[in-house]
């Protein structure tokens, strides 16, 4: 029990101190997780509210190829991806592998189908006298939909907020289309893998904790506009 | 002549709405009488030009409207109470001055007006409420007054009273009479029952079946 205790009183050390590794892997994590959720919620969002608002062809084909993609394991989408971003793959010149850009499209990929599938089914939920109503009240065409998507603004974010829990703890992607590489694409997940493979269970600990915290935060968030749109 | 209806069919799903020959007079008070289902709320959402007819002629203030043009002029004439409202997931004060702001007045206007009708309507003390705080009788009058802020010449009415409770019905009842008269505005109001009917119109209009007999 005692490396237990040892682990937890080091972490706390890591954290107080502000160590300079451990503040590194904390801002890349953000940074690539929060890049890529922004690009998902500007492609997901469009498409989850033209999904869920239009009748047309292929509509359900969609509706099914991104609820199959919000369970995707990691390490496929980051098998997948470093297929095409290796040197002998088709994108290979680009020399994106090992970098935080596909760190990011391996994260986009992730967080898409999420965003999109969530915020189809918030707007779907949607009362359908909404438009109406506003039309009936004097709206034209575009203040009536502004006022739809007003009223549906908590499920979008909440479709955001999970988006962004999913790539933020994810570690296939990042661990294969990153590399690990100190400093540049070490990220939180694939830092704990590497401290605990090694024996530094401080390190792992701390980074762990801002984990926890930051899934914590996510989830109270996330409810929290769960609650608002019930 | 503010309104005048000619071999209207109007088709909601199966339903289908039928109106020979129906005129409406500017400043006047009309009772649209009904059992439930008969196509009360069709007729209203007809004249409130929330849905197109598709066959007949149906003429506003002399001119005969064009479905396929955009209607936002002839909608905002127009103050519509529906039946069942929907309030915005907003405060109860924003809700009664959504249809001002979507015209564009002034911000302090809109406050001054929604306080003025809260007031009239007996609603002061939801001031700062959100919508999911209020009772279903309570929704029902603030979008009461969410239409009747408007200062629209035309006023319709679906069933207002229907979830209010008795004590509150004389009080809608009277700021509505008396807003109309203010305003010489026309009144359109429909309801399933009797008394209702004549305390707010000799003016009848029986729809039946989907039927509308004026």
Known sequence: ??????????????????DADFLSIVSVSLLVSLTSTCLATLTGVPLGIAVAQHRFKGRG?????????????TVVVGLMLYSFLSRRGPLGEMGLL?????????QWVLAFPIIAGLTAAAVKGLDSRIRQTALSLGADAHQASWVFLREARYGVFAAVVAGFGRVFAEVGVSMMLGGNIRAYTRTITTAIALETSKGEFAMGIALGLVLLAVALVVNIVFWTLRGRTE | MLYSLKDIECRVGKFLLTIDSCELDQGETYSVVGPNGSGKSTFLNVLAFLLTPRSGELVFRGDEVNYTEDLISVRREVGYAMQNPYLFTMSVEDNIGYGLSVRGVATREIKRRVGEMMERMSLSHLAGRRHVELSVGESQRVALARTLVLDAKVILLDEPTASVDASNVETVERTVLEL?????????????LADQAQRMSPNTISVVDGHVNR
């Not at chain 1, 090992?98 to 391996?106: L, N, Q």
């Not at chain 2, 109309?180 to 399933?192: D, G, P, Q």
């Open chain 1, 1 to 18: 029990m005692d490396y237990l205790g040892d682990g937890l009183a080091g972490a706390v050390r890591i954290i107080v101190s502000g």
């Open chain 1, 61 to 73: 084909f969609i509706l099914m190829i991104l609820n199959t993609l919000m369970s995707l394991p």
């Open chain 1, 98 to 106: 090992y970098t935080r850009s596909a760190i990011v499209i391996g």
């Open chain 2, 180 to 192: 109309c008269k203010e305003r010489s505005a026309t009144l359109v109001i429909s309801t399933h």
